[in-house]
């Protein structure tokens, strides 16, 4: 009789089994989820920012007033579907939360870590707004500062396009 060389099905199913079990416990600590997970989330809130200044930019162009400055008496807004209104600057929303953006955007955030209430926080600064989400190093617009955030920008002194820009280099 000839003696085979190799192995048997049971041996290899075992080594199989083995590598399985190494694979699941050693591929979460090469693999980091959780940061690609935040950039999206980040990337999401770029394209809900601009959707949103989207309409209200539409909304603003039928009511004729694209062209006014946020300090102008009244100051110009306009009303989005849930009978809320956002008020404008030459006919964007101004960078502010409360009165503005919180009634725009469809999103919960608070100016300081709350817990589980908020999913954003945001941070207010000279023409801008910046949003973050929890947990992570407030943004100031520097390398310092967190690198994980959305920034509004609407200083427009005429009407023109606002800025959306998203940094996802810390998250």
């Known amino acids: 009789m000839k003696k085979q060389n190799g192995f048997t099905l049971i041996e290899l199913v075992v080594v199989i089994i083995i590598l399985g079990i190494l694979a699941v416990t050693a591929a ?29 930019n539409s909304k603003s162009l039928i009511a004729g007033n694209n062209t006014v400055a946020s300090t102008a008496t009244p100051p110009p807004s306009v009303s989005v579907s849930t009978g809320k209104t956002v008020l404008i600057n030459y006919g964007h929303a101004t960078p502010v939360w409360t009165g503005s953006l919180e009634n725009a955007l469809d999103i919960k955030a608070a100016t300081a870590d709350s817990g589980t209430s908020s999913e954003w926080l ?14 992570q190093t407030i943004p100031d617009g520097t390398a310092a500062g967190g690198q994980c955030y959305v920034q509004y920008v609407n200083d427009l002194d005429s009407y023109g396009p606002i800025t959306v820009t998203p940094v996802v280099k810390g998250c």
């Open 28 to 56: 979460p600590k090469f693999i980091n989820l959780q940061s690609d997970a935040r950039a999206s989330t980040v990337k999401g809130l770029e394209a809900a920012i601009k959707g949103a200044d989207t309409l209200i």
């Open 122 to 135: 945001y941070v207010l600064a000279t023409g801008s707004i910046y949003f973050y989400p929890q947990g």
